[in-house]
């Protein structure tokens, strides 16, 4: 039945005037944005959110506190590990460049502009530049490079936990 009607409304289509023809599409796409917003809403507010089913293994493990204390740190070990740091090495390299301007406030980083090398283990070389005002108010760019070792522990925004070594270029 729907490919009669198809038919029927090509062969019509082509009887009609260009005003009937914009008026006939219109219509459609009214129609079908209409069939559009009303599936939404029929999902929006008849759907009974229900789940799929989660399915569960009917084996099961018994296993002591510490054994599992072991395997959750094990695995947020290997996690961290996994990790790039790279871009927390950046910020914390900004902040010890900072430290050693005499204009820090004036301290103006690339955003883009930068070079990080992945040295492996959570190692990083950053080189880059900083624009700051020097003492006589003249804004002058200082490139360096900064060499960063997460040391596998203790929070990663923290300098503390990471060695680190300036170097001005």
């Known amino acids: 039945m729907s490919i009669h009607f198809l038919f029927f409304a090509i062969i019509s289509v082509k009887r009609l005037t260009l005003k009937k023809i914009q008026t006939f599409l219109s219509d459609v ?13 029929y999902a929006i507010f008849f759907s009974d959110g229900t789940k799929t089913e ?55 980083f690339p955003f883009i502009d930068r070079k990080v090398w992945d040295k492996g283990e959570q190692s990083y070389k950053i080189r880059s530049y900083v624009d700051s005002q020097n003492e006589y108010g003249a804004k002058i760019r200082t490139n360096w490079n900064c060499y960063m070792k997460y040391k596998g522990s203790g929070e990663v925004s923290d300098p503390i936990n990471w060695e680190h070594e300036l170097e001005f270029i």
Not at 32 to 41: N, R
Not at 89 to 98: E, H, Q, R, T
């Open 29 to 41: 796409i009214r129609a079908i944005f209409g069939l559009f917003i009303l599936t939404s809403l």
């Open 54 to 108: 989660e399915i569960t293994s009917p084996i099961k493990h018994e296993i002591n506190m510490e054994e599992a204390i072991d395997i959750l740190n094990q695995e947020k070990n290997e996690t961290v590990k996994k990790e790039d740091l790279s871009v927390q090495a950046f910020v914390i390299c900004k902040d010890l460049i900072k430290e050693k301007l005499l204009s820090p406030y004036t301290a103006d």
